[in-house]
């Protein structure tokens, strides 16, 4: 675990670093992107759905096989993997009367592990 300074200390220069600057909002990206990638995080932020994630990484699993394994109801998951489906990070397939979710690419997969690796540091 990080131990966090309390007070950290404020630049104390007077200078502007004018290349530094011009440099760093040509790279930035525009209002409208930035809105959608946070958006795009709010996903992330809830447990439930982040259960959901893992339970379908690797393997397909229908409604009710993610349901018993998170010990919750078929509504609870099915109202969540509307989400994670309307934010295309998990798709499905059917099979019959069986509708299978699994994590929509390997970016999505990445994106957990990348954040999971973080946290454990």
């Known amino acids: 675990m990080k131990v966090y300074e309390k007070n950290a200390p404020d630049c104390e220069c007077e200078e502007l670093h004018t290349e530094v600057i011009a ?25 439930t759905r982040m259960s959901i994630l893992f339970a379908i990484d690797g393997e397909p699993m229908c409604v009710c096989d993610i349901a018993s394994t998170l010990g919750m109801t078929k509504s609870a998951v099915s109202h969540q993997l509307k989400i994670l489906r309307q934010s295309d990070l998990v798709t499905y397939k059917k099979s019959g009367k069986n509708v299978f979710y699994t994590l929509a690419d390997d970016h999505v997969k990445d994106i957990i592990e990348k954040a999971l690796e973080h946290i454990r540091e």
Not at 29 to 38: A, F, I, N, Q
């Open 23 to 47: 440099k760093k909002r040509e790279a930035m990206p525009d209002e409208s992107t930035l809105y959608d990638l946070s958006d795009f995080f709010k996903i992330f932020g809830d447990s």
